[in-house]
């Protein structure tokens, strides 16, 4: 039955300890609800997060710990497959096909690559964030997935995942999927509660704006409190006069499946103060569930890694079948032993 389904997949990296909010509602969330309707795998994404220096426990630890995350925001291994991505040798394999498809000019036009590298210096900058994207290819070209359900910042990346599948194809008959970006436009950026002209992201330079999703609650309420706000103090929606106003009124309306034009309603002639005790109230209401079943995925890990190695040998026969057949379109010769 699944396999009449449209395919997503989709990764996130295990680069620090806890989701954040832009995490949650600008991908995982999507995720959770596409299970229902797609044949879904989505995967932690160990690969990518070495392409900064990581600490080998903290890593493993972290692994763990975004697989708890996922599986605590609702993914079911019955409904979808989770699994780690160095379990499934294929995503190396086939990104060194695709590194040779990529030209250095194309790769080197990737903003985020531009705006990591930058941060680092290039003597401190690895050739694997320069290639994360090709491996991104990789990942998602192997399990011919129809739509790929991520945030804006990663639009480009899709963009270029189409580029190669079609390049691929063209050259040597087609053989992938070329997939589409699935960004809803409402939470496709969530911004730092701080800086509403950042994306609210892992590696911000400070905690005060990102809402983690394990924070303790009255650290997240008071994030949420000390959000910086626009000048007035009418609560309506308006992004580019009202950014911060328009950020927290985006989190409300989607954690309570609230319309907009609803909220705006509901504030009108109240203050910035009550929108903000309100949405502090609701991400701490929502966070402390999402925290217990964490802990408690955590708290059996011998659960969690036979989910996840159950999900790698799904992965893994998908994955396989593809490589095999990119394997044999570029002309190697098949190996006999
Ligand atoms: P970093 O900013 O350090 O690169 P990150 O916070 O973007 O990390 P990822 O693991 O790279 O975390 O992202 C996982 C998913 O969350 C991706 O699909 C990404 O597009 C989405 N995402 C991340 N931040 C936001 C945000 N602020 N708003 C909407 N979606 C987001
Ligand atoms: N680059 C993505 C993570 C990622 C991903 C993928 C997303 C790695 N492989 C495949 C979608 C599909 C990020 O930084 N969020």
Redesign the pocket.
């Known amino acids: 039955m699944a396999n009449d389904r449209p395919r997503v997949?989709?990764?996130?990296?295990p680069t620090s300890g806890s989701f954040h909010l832009g995490n949650y509602l600008g991908a995982v969330r999507q995720w959770v609800a596409l299970q229902e309707t797609h044949d879904a795998f989505y995967m932690v994404?160990d690969l990518?997060a070495l392409t900064l220096p990581q600490d080998p426990k903290a890593l493993r630890d972290n692994t763990r710990l975004a697989a708890a995350q996922l599986l605590a925001s609702g993914l079911d291994p019955e409904r979808c497959t989770v699994f780690v991505?160095s379990h499934v040798p294929e995503h190396t394999q086939l990104s060194w096909l695709m590194e040779c498809m990529t030209g250095f000019g194309e790769a080197s036009r990737m903003t985020q690559f531009k705006d990591k590298s930058a941060k680092q210096g290039t003597d401190r900058t690895s050739v694997g964030l320069f290639t994360?994207?090709v491996?991104?290819v990789a990942?998602?070209l192997l399990y011919q997935a129809n739509q790929?359900p991520?945030?804006e910042?990663?639009r480009q990346?899709i963009e270029l995942t189409r580029n190669i599948a079609e390049r691929f194809n063209g050259r040597y008959g087609n053989t992938f999927t070329v997939p589409e970006p699935y960004i809803l436009r409402e939470t496709a950026k969530i911004y730092d509660l701080q800086d509403p002209s950042a994306k609210m992201s892992k590696s911000a330079s400070s905690p005060k704006g990102v809402v983690d999703l394990l924070d303790e609650p009255k650290a997240s309420a008071k994030k949420i409190k000390s959000a910086v706000t626009d000048t007035g103090s009418e609560i309506v929606f308006d992004p580019e006069n009202k950014p911060g106003i328009s950020n927290l009124l985006t989190i409300h309306a989607t954690l309570t499946n609230t319309g907009i034009p609803e909220l705006e309603q509901k504030y009108a002639g109240k203050g910035y103060g009550a929108l903000k005790t309100d949405l502090a109230e609701i991400v701490s209401e929502w966070a402390a569930p999402f925290r217990d079943r964490t802990r408690d995925f955590l708290d059996d890990p011998e659960t969690l890694d036979s989910i996840l190695a159950k999900g790698a040998e799904k992965a893994r026969a998908v994955a396989a079948e593809t490589l095999a057949q990119a394997y044999d379109r570029v002309g190697l010769l098949p190996s006999k032993h």
């Open positions: 997949l989709s990764g996130i990296q994404v990518h991505q994360y994207p491996l991104q990942d998602i790929v991520v945030g910042d990663q990346h």
